[in-house]
């Protein structure tokens, strides 16, 4: 029994250190699984945190530029929203942390140094975390340095790079790996296994002059997924999927370059394999979508972008006998400044800083997009995009429909009621035709067999 059992091991290792493609019957009992079966667990998400190295960048005229013709993001505070970000963890206790991809800015290798450093340090509260890529880490054509009025070119890190950065958060215990990618299978817990799947599309990116931005799951991964699934079955495991880009629409006007090209292929291969949870990034926007085919659905959550307003992160729990509740909570910045006697009057007043940059930008935004089209007065571009930087706040953070009506009776709402179809009317109007009204929370049973 004994000779069986080393002899057992021994043939996991090799599959391990292999990293092929197959799947073998392995158990639980053998893997060791964390959480036990019948046990609630507890996950936080945390998406896009775009971490950036300080020894990337100084406060001259190129960072900046950089920072303010963003989207929003504080790449000036990613440190400390992650370091509050972990209080919040130390302090909640969850069981697994997912990161679906965009760790770094654009792929410093500094910055990959250390957002590995903070991923040990959750680790040692107790947390497992699993990490999959999106299309800022690997082989970043942007990734820059910025001091005084340069931005100096410098590189970023390769697939082989990332697994060896990143062993620890998910790589090194995975039961498969994807031959194809850099996808892998978790079992962090009996009842619930992890999918991870790499969408991220990077193999051309050195011979780009941008980092490729939209993504695809290969159709050679197909098989290696149903392999997954049909393991998880014979243990009894329900699978979250997880993936950086969207595998739904979340926007009838954004979509190109954050759905997944493959989507509909993927959806029905999920459905086919009884996934019905996606967990996704990516588009830095908080929403849910569903899709139904023969009376089984499947979710695709987008939880917003760590480091932008709201700065929140999603928590979804399972309970064996509930099934699983997602909801949002917003990292507490100030707490974690006053415990440790900050005095930075933006993290003294975070979440109204927040808010503002935020704002800020998404009006300058659109007053710019409105400036190329010239067919608005400087009034009137001014009151449509107060509108829309008013309105974006409430929409990536998850609100839509009924709960953004207050902005019907402003100045440049009407101005876009009253004008023809472009872009940005469109992308006003579809706010109010959302699936969900509040996209920060839901219940998904467990799916019956």
């Known amino acids: 029994m004994i000779i069986k059992r080393i002899f057992l091991f021994f043939v996991i290792a090799l599959i391990l250190l292999a990293s092929v493609g197959c799947v073998e019957k392995f158990t639980c009992s053998v893997l060791n699984c964390k959480i036990k079966s019948g046990e609630d667990i507890t996950f936080f998400i945390a998406t896009d945190p775009h971490h950036l190295s300080k020894k990337t960048y100084d406060n001259g005229k190129a960072f900046d530029w950089f920072l303010n013709s963003g989207d929003g993001k504080l ?20 069981n697994i942390l997912i990161i679906p991809g965009d760790l770094t800015c654009n792929g410093e290798k500094e910055s990959h140094l250390e957002m590995a450093e903070k991923l040990k340090n959750i680790k040692k509260l107790g947390v497992h975390v699993f990490v999959v890529p999106g299309n800022h880490d690997i082989e970043n054509p942007w990734a820059r340095n910025y001091f005084g009025d340069e931005m100096i070119k410098i590189d970023s890190i390769t697939k082989e790079e990332f697994v060896e950065i990143y062993e620890p958060f998910g790589f090194k215990d995975a039961i498969s790996r994807d031959s194809h990618s850099l996808s892998y299978l978790a079992a962090p817990a009996e009842d619930v296994w992890l999918l991870m799947l790499d969408s991220a599309k990077y193999k051309r990116n050195k011979v780009r002059d941008a980092p490729e931005m939209g993504g695809e799951i290969p159709s050679k991964t197909f098989n290696w997924i149903r392999e997954c699934a049909n393991l998880a079955k014979e243990n009894n495991a329900q699978i979250i999927a997880v993936m950086h880009h969207s595998l739904m629409d979340h926007s009838e006007v954004i979509n190109e370059h954050y759905t997944i090209e493959n989507s509909q292929e993927v959806i029905d291969l999920l459905l086919d394999c009884d ?20 009376n089984k659905n499947i979710y695709d959550i987008a939880t917003s972008c760590l480091i932008a307003y709201p700065n929140q992160y999603g928590v979804l729990k399972f309970s064996p006998e509930k099934g699983f509740d997602y909801a949002t909570r917003r990292v507490d910045v100030y707490a974690w400044a006053w415990e440790n006697s900050i005095k930075d009057r933006n993290l003294n007043n975070f979440n109204k800083y927040s808010r503002d940059f935020f704002r800020q930008r998404s009006y300058d935004k659109y007053y710019d997009t409105l400036l190329e089209i010239s ?3 400087n009034e009137e571009m001014k009151a449509i995009s107060e509108t829309v930087a008013e309105l974006n706040l409430k929409y990536f953070a998850g609100f839509r429909n009924e709960l953004i009506h207050d902005i019907f009776p402003t100045k440049g709402f009407k101005i876009l009621q009253d004008t023809a179809p472009f872009f940005i009317r469109d992308y006003v109007m579809s706010m109010f035709n959302d699936q969900k009204t509040d996209n920060n929370k839901i219940h998904i049973p467990i799916y019956s067999k």
Do not use: C, W
């Open 375 to 377: 067919k608005f007065s």
């Open 275 to 294: 996934i019905q949870i996606v967990l996704s990034g990516h588009i830095h926007l908080q929403d849910i979508k569903s899709y139904k085919r023969d």
């Open 75 to 94: 790449l000036q505070y990613t440190d400390e929203i992650i370091d509050a970000f972990t209080l919040d963890i130390e302090d909640s206790k969850p």
